[in-house]
């Protein structure tokens, strides 16, 4: 098992940095779950418990890289922004979160 | 008789011809469908809370994968009269108004699917949904209320019993009112 172990750690490796933090790990699993039809940003701000700070900067790393991509849509005579998956962005989730269901399968082993 | 159907005949009803890349829309038909779900309708969407309140990913998918007749309102069956009734009651209750339908929905699922009290679920909706106004949140708790959660024998029972005393209080007030006021006249 611990050879399995230093596998999955050295797997990890292979995750990409400007993913692997708790923040975009957050803001990506919550987009993800809405595929195709995107959250908007005073949802995210509300669920995730983030500064206006915080939020605006990993929303804007993420979409520098591909990974996120924003429109304006109207509700109820209002502008929201609306932040979406690129299909780049999703490959990015699935990889972290196969890692992530390895590792925790592995801890639950207790071998 | 599948739920597609069945849904898109409840759209008509209520007037409501969603566009499915309208956000407001998609928001609009996935509330409208959980609490109509909750009323006893008969569908079997799956229905977890996300960031949005409740969604469900299996009308998403329908509604992407049937996206013509869902815009055209295309169905085989029409509502029943019990449906007809519950829906009319629906539309004129939350006038297909998007911020009373998210909190309706999110207060309707701390009660349904978490047990949470009265006081807790209102507590929970504004920390969730903190951009919807006041004003917003009582009347949208308010009129789920109304739809979902009317009082029963043994409610109405108790608040009689509980305003009994105040209603007392307030008749004899008045009764001694009336009696200074015929004094008054007379002297």
């Known amino acids: ?88 962005g999703n490959a990015e989730w699935e990889a972290a979160a196969e890692w992530l269901r390895e590792f925790l399968d592995f801890g639950g082993s207790k071998t | 008789m599948n739920d597609k159907d069945k849904v898109i005949a409840w759209f008509k009803r209520l007037g409501f011809q969603p566009k499915i890349d309208n956000f407001q829309d998609k928001l609009i038909a996935q509330k409208t469908v959980y609490l109509l779900q909750l009323k006893g309708l008969g569908t079997k969407f799956h229905y977890g809370f996300h960031v949005r309140g409740p969604y469900s990913r299996e009308l998403t998918n329908e509604l992407y994968a049937n996206r013509r007749d869902f815009e055209q309102g295309i169905t085989g069956i029409q509502p029943s009269a019990r449906e007809e009734k519950v829906l009319d009651e629906f539309k004129t209750l939350f006038e297909m108004k998007p911020s009373l339908l998210e909190v309706a929905s999110s207060y309707a699922y701390f009660i349904a699917s978490e047990h949470l009290d009265p006081v807790e679920a209102i507590r929970k909706v504004k920390e969730v949904k ?30 009689r019993k509980e305003h009994a005393p105040w209603q007392e209080a307030e008749a004899s007030t008045i009764e001694r009112d009336e009696h200074e006021e015929r004094r008054n006249m007379a002297g």
């Open chain 1, 1 to 88: 098992m611990d050879g399995n172990f230093v596998a999955l750690i050295g797997r990890s490796k292979a995750l990409n940095s400007k993913v692997f933090s708790l923040v975009r790990l957050q803001l990506l699993a919550s987009l993800a779950a809405f595929e195709p039809d995107g959250v908007t940003y005073r949802e995210l701000k509300a669920s995730l418990g983030l500064s206006d700070g915080a939020l605006f900067s990993n929303l804007k790393a993420l979409q520098m890289t591909g990974y996120v991509k924003r429109e304006e849509v109207k509700f109820e005579g209002k502008n929201l922004d609306l932040f979406k998956l690129t299909p780049e």
């Open chain 2, 130 to 159: 903190p951009f919807i106004s006041e004003t917003n949140v009582a009347v949208g708790i308010s009129r789920v209320k109304e739809f979902l959660f009317p009082p029963s024998a043994k409610d109405l029972e108790t608040a």
